[in-house]
């Protein structure tokens, strides 16, 4: 799956390169091509790791025999991914342009489709990228509490 995962990376990353030729929406700029291209890549990436580690428990985590570079990279990888996406859920909240939203509901036996205000799209893309920015930071305080945690802990002993 990670190889899978890979090549279709490829195809908006080589697209905004102008490898390959790729509509993107108007008014979309580039580096958001990029930036979900990388996202896919990143995944792949993480998939991959997991089998050079020999696989993942039951549990989908990581066995314990496992280098600390395949978990720091996993870990950098998934912050690359999160990054991303709150990359390009920001832009389109806040970026400049028009933007065209739909909404669909779906319940058993029902399905509902329309189109949706800009303004409530905007809010619904800011809303989330602010929550994936404070996991982000979230995150990176507690590994660095960590890092420093296990420093002193190197220190006194």
Do not use: Y
């Not at 958001?32 to 890549?41: K, R």
């Not at 395949?70 to 990359?87: C, D, E």
Request: proline share 4%; charged share 15%.
């Amino acid at each position: 799956m990670g190889v899978v995962f890979i090549a279709f990376s490829l195809i908006p990353i080589l697209g905004r390169l102008r490898a390959i030729r790729v509509q993107p929406t108007d008014g979309t700029p580039g580096w958001v091509a990029i930036c979900a291209g990388l996202g896919f890549l990143f995944a792949g990436a993480i998939l991959l790791s997991d089998a050079v580690a020999g696989g993942t428990g039951p549990d989908g985590q990581l066995l314990d025999d496992v280098p600390p570079w395949i978990k720091r990279f996993r870990a950098v990888m998934g912050l690359a991914i999160a990054v991303n996406l709150a990359t390009i859920a920001s832009w389109v909240a806040f970026g400049s342009g028009e933007r065209h939203f739909s909404m669909s509901v779906s319940v058993p036996f029902m399905a509902a489709r329309g189109a949706s205000s800009e303004s409530l799209g905007r809010w619904m893309f800011g809303s989330m990228a602010v929550l994936i920015w404070i996991v982000i930071a979230g995150a990176l305080i507690s590994t660095a509490r960590e890092a420093l945690a296990k420093r002193g802990d190197a220190r006194d002993g």
